[in-house]
C-alpha cells in the first residue's frame, strides 16, 4: 500500500502503453479503436500509432480485419517470467499440492495489489461443479476472503486510503459499508483466517490466511468449495490444515527467507 512520490511526474506515452495494455487484460474481449479511444480518452490518431506499434512487436493483435484489437502472445512472456522469477510462488507450491490433495478444492495463491487481489497460483478442483478463476485475475480484495486476509495486516487508515469509495457490490452478499468491514477485518485479525461467505461469487464459500513470510503479509492462501458441498465439520478441516499448512511456516520463517 505505497503511493508515487509526490515530485513524480510520469512520462505521458509509457503511461498511455500501459493504459492500453491493461485495459485489454481486465476486458479481454475484442475492441474497436474507436472504443479504446472513447475508454481510455486517448485522440484516434494517437492511439492508431500507438496500436500498431504494439501489434507489430506481438503485444498487440488484431482480427482479420485489422479493425478490433485484442492483447497479443508476448504479454503472456512478461506474465510468465514474472511468476517463475517469484520464488515465494515456488516456496509454496507444496503448500498448495497438499491443500489440494486433502480436501479436492480450488486453492489459490494470492496477492494483494492495491485494492485488489491476484491470483499468482492455483489448483483446480477435482469437482465438476467448482469455482472459475484464472491466474492473473484481478478481484476486489474487500469482497474475497485473501483479499480481507490481506486487508487486515493494515491498520484502519491504510485500508481507507487504499479501497475505493463507495465499496463495489460483487453480490447481494459483499460488504460495501466500510464500518462493517472494518469490524470484519478485527474478526479476521483475532480468528486468524478469513472467511468469503457468497461475498465474491454466489454459491461459493472461500477461507484464507496470510502467509506469514513478510510483516505485513503480501501473500494469502484460499480454498474455495461450493456452498452445497459445505458442511461443518469440512469447514473445520479447512481451517485446521490452513493454520497447520500455512500458518505454521511462521515457525519456518527464518530459514526459508534467509
Do not use: C, N
Given at each position: 500500500m505505497s503511493t508515487a512520490p509526490d515530485d513524480f511526474q510520469p512520462v505521458k506515452s509509457a503511461g498511455r502503453t500501459l493504459d492500453l495494455l491493461e485495459l485489454l487484460a481486465d476486458?479481454?474481449?475484442?475492441?474497436?479503436?474507436?472504443?479504446?479511444?472513447?475508454?481510455?480518452?486517448?485522440?484516434?490518431?494517437?492511439?492508431?500509432?500507438?496500436?500498431?506499434?504494439?501489434?507489430?512487436?506481438?503485444?498487440?493483435?488484431?482480427?482479420?480485419?485489422?479493425?478490433?484489437?485484442?492483447?497479443?502472445?508476448?504479454?503472456?512472456?512478461?506474465?510468465?517470467?514474472?511468476?517463475?522469477?517469484?520464488?515465494?510462488?515456488?516456496?509454496?507450491?507444496?503448500?498448495?499440492?497438499?491443500?489440494?490433495?486433502?480436501f479436492g478444492e480450488a486453492v489459490h495463491l494470492g496477492r494483494l495489489d492495491g485494492d485488489q487481489v491476484v491470483y499468482l497460483a492455483k489448483r483446480e478442483s477435482v469437482h465438476r461443479l467448482r469455482l472459475y478463476s484464472a491466474i492473473g485475475r484481478r478481484l476486489p480484495a474487500h469482497?474475497?476472503?485473501?483479499?480481507?486476509?490481506?486487508?487486515?495486516?493494515?491498520?484502519e487508515h491504510e485500508v481507507d486510503h487504499a479501497l475505493p469509495s463507495p465499496l463495489p457490490r460483487l453480490t447481494p452478499h459483499t460488504i460495501t459499508d466500510r464500518e462493517d468491514l472494518h469490524v470484519t477485518l478485527a474478526a479476521v485479525r483475532a480468528a486468524g483466517h478469513a472467511v468469503d461467505r457468497e461475498e465474491n461469487t454466489e454459491g461459493i464459500t472461500c477461507f484464507a490466511m496470510a502467509v506469514p513470510l513478510a510483516s505485513p503479509a503480501v501473500d494469502a492462501v484460499s480454498v474455495s468449495v461450493p456452498v452445497s458441498r459445505l458442511r461443518p465439520d469440512l469447514e473445520a478441516a479447512i481451517v485446521a490444515a490452513l493454520r497447520e499448512l500455512v500458518g505454521g511456516l511462521a515457525q519456518a520463517r527464518s530459514m526459508l527467507i534467509a
Open positions: 476486458h479481454p474481449q475484442p475492441w474497436a479503436l474507436g472504443d479504446l479511444a472513447r475508454t481510455l480518452g486517448i485522440p484516434k490518431s494517437s492511439l492508431h500509432g500507438l496500436l500498431r506499434t504494439l501489434t507489430s512487436r506481438g503485444w498487440v493483435r488484431t482480427d482479420e480485419t485489422g479493425t478490433r484489437f485484442r492483447l497479443g502472445l508476448r504479454a503472456l512472456r512478461v506474465g510468465a517470467a514474472y511468476l517463475d522469477g517469484d520464488d515465494l510462488v515456488g516456496l509454496l507450491s507444496g503448500v498448495l499440492d497438499e491443500l489440494s490433495r486433502r469482497a474475497t476472503a485473501l483479499g480481507k486476509a490481506l486487508l487486515a495486516e493494515h491498520p
